[in-house]
């Protein structure tokens, strides 16, 4: 968190569409005297819903961050009954949990992010499955848990029941927190169909390819069989269908016929970083709406 | 023009920024009934200013264009002395006249999105210093008039004299038009003051580098001695000072040390087409305000 | 072509990969006087296949074009019974056939390129479904054929007996001109295995989605309808594997929540015309090698 | 290190350009058997200078790093009097000194890239004029020395004093290790000519702007007030010139009217990061050689 930020308070709605719903809720904020610093929206004609994203200046307002929420209850429910909407305060840090693996490029720059001030978040704890990467986190200042998963092989019943074993230890490490986001910083663990639904819209992974190209193992191996001339990634909601998940973000990077499929694994995380970066940093701060399988992203 | 697309009308309004401007012309539209379907606002703290930019479903309205400007002007002046407002029709084809040299790239690229029914636009002609691109121009269905300028060198007063004659006759053909843009696509010649102040805001111009590097002649080749490893084009409004004024969009394109300045020249000239038929888009769809010597875009 | 361009040969070569083919080749050109200007090698790990393409000065060498070729073969056949391997004179320009359909922005912008003298080229006809770009073309000094091709539904036998009788014209009119090159500029028919046989490595299709996302029909509304964040496009050799075959270019750009399906037709266009133009300057060039279903590209 | 990847020699070489050079170089690494993986040419038509970059595999030569240094200096020796050229061993990891300030990004940025393993590289030492990136530094394994820096103000002749003395102390700390890099990852020092002189070809600086614009201080603000689309970093060698060395590396990222200094600020480190460890990697590699105040890279 910034300390010279200036206090905000971040409004976020979802609605069907129709006339007078700016005019509604602008009217509510100028009769509170509310100083609009950034404004957002979005009608979207495919499916007649309307998104929008406004941020007031905390002290324009005679009120605060809980008086604000039920008043602007009462401008919601006008909105019509499948109305969706949040207010936060941006002086409430969000709590985010990491998981991880052994390729740890992504937690290295999230954890140096937060170092520099860069990120508006509170680093909860680290999970990883193996434990090399524990003193890192610890002199960030980050709590890390190693809980090992089974390695591939061996009997798959007890393969099953050793990895819930492990996924139970996660979700008790993880709700602990009651995170805002939950980060798959290249974690390699596909999260079973529970905690895909208790943690919707907060489960973050970014997946080494350009999705819808290449879903599942070894992306960047197809993308090298294929013969692409950009290699990408994906910063998606996770959802139970594997990579099928509301994209938030993506990019790529130019690749040519001297590039090996490890040279591709080496450059993508240059990809991966920053589109994982970006993605977290809208997610939690309130720019990301999620309707249907789709993403609207505020900037 | 596209036949298909929906009948609308845009609105831009730039202000002194304080509360309850929103509300009010939110307030307006939805009181008459208007249907926003695209809304862009840009609060500055720098300069204490608001921007903002909506589109409104010309049925949605029960009156017209004429009587949307006289009603607006209302709102308008409740928002202070020094608003600035525009309501446009999109019904109403803007004109554009095109002024060229011998570099034809950019003009070629303009007449190809016409022909394709890209640019939201109707051409009222072009103007060259030679007299080698007519044909072509005219097999687009477009006026071609040739005012020849004089070459380098020479008795400099009489030089001086055929160019002020020459931009006369250039003044002439392009105000008889009054047209919504005036497209400096490569014209190679430095408009005088006058006109840039006659023109102002609707004179576009394209610069064959990232501004504000390299300004003024062969910016490739200045790029070229540098060493620079990405090269870039520059739309911009013209006013007096060379290169200087309200810069619309840019963009880049990578090179390395393989590339000649020659290479520089052709490779450069994709971005410069990008970059001009962006900024021209944006500048007929009047997603651009400018606020002293920069400019606020609603893509 | 630019008459002012030095007059070169280019030297592309493939062979299986052993310790000295840099050295014989080299040895030779020095051998003979050779100067080089231009060399990309490329050495395969996963095939074990090596890769050049050298550019000489014709002046520097005492024979011509005819010469070479007879004495590099000779060198060639050093190298291993599979080894192939091209010798271009740059003085003679390449014959490009173009089709196109009536999303005619590819089209404009080729014809645009080579009026400007930027594409290395000889436009020796454009054949078109539909005839009302003929007049455009011919302005350009390009003849223009219309091959009228069967509209969808009716008699699924007459209609194919149709196509047949299309592709039969379409083949003669192309062959005539034996082309380096045949540009499906957005033809919007898929060539009939035939044609792919025997236009093999010289039909150059442009495909609007960043492959292999989005196969076959409407692939902007593919991408609309999954939520991604950027569009691209790829310019590929045809084979009869629809939207399979070795891949030259691709690109991207961005869009957001606010594009409909119908902005990525428009927006997406920016980036066909790019990646085909430069797709199709590095195939006349002799820049693009292909092995197997991957493309070698020496920029 | 990657301990997996494979035993290589890089040879890099710069001569005035004549016929004949690649079949020298390649004549003899073929007479030795050595099987060449990667090859890189350039020959400059503006200065009439040629250079190269060999990768060649270690077991297929017959002899050790130190012997084919002897040997290749009888090659370069037959090139011409002004010939330099390079044998380095990728067994034998480079030594990097990085000097920072309070931005640590840069620094948090390189120290995750080295603890992933994607640098080929041994982190010497980290000196910063501030103490409170130690603990960090050190759980990475890595020394970290304090070397306080005068604050601006106070007299000016005790401050150059003390800027000496712990410039003094840096050169001390550095050359202790021979580095072959030297990174200023925002160090905010200006390095004295001495260091400069000293130094040439290894101190490596990122500067947070697109240069040639915006050299100096503050080049972000600078930005802001220009209005324009892009910002930029740069990395590029030190010399006494400030900003004004051989560029390495450059890219941009868009922003927009709706980004603040301080949002550019935020952004741009993103460029920096990956400018500066796209530049640091290649010089390590040894794919950068500078001529004049240019660089050829071999990427």
Known sequence: MDPTA?????????????????????????????????????????????FTRQVVRAESLPFGAEELRERFATVAADLGGDTTWTVTDTREPKRVVMLVSEEAHCMHDILGRVAAGELPVRLACVIGNHDRLGPIVRAHGVPFHHVPFPPPGGDPDARAAAKAEAFGQVRHLVEEHDPHAVVLARFMQILPPDLCRDWAGRAINIHHSFLPSFVGARPYHQ????????IGA????????????????????????????????RRGRDIERLVLARGLRWHLEDRVLVHGNKTVVFP
Chains 1, 2, 3, 4 share one sequence.
């Open 234 to 265: 994906t910063c998606h909601y996770v959802t139970p269908d594997l990579d099928a998940g509301p994209i938030i973000e993506q990019d790529v990077i130019r690749v040519d016929h001297g590039d090996t499929a490890a040279d591709m694994v």
């Open 6 to 50: 200036e206090h905000r308070y971040v409004i976020t709605l979802s609605c069907p569409d129709t006339t007078g719903i700016v005019a509604r809720i602008a009217g509510f904020l100028a009769d509170a005297g509310g100083w609009i610093v950034e404004a957002g929206y979005h009608s979207d004609p495919a499916t007649g819903w309307f």
């Open 223 to 230: 993308a090298y069989a294929r013969g692409v001339k950009l």
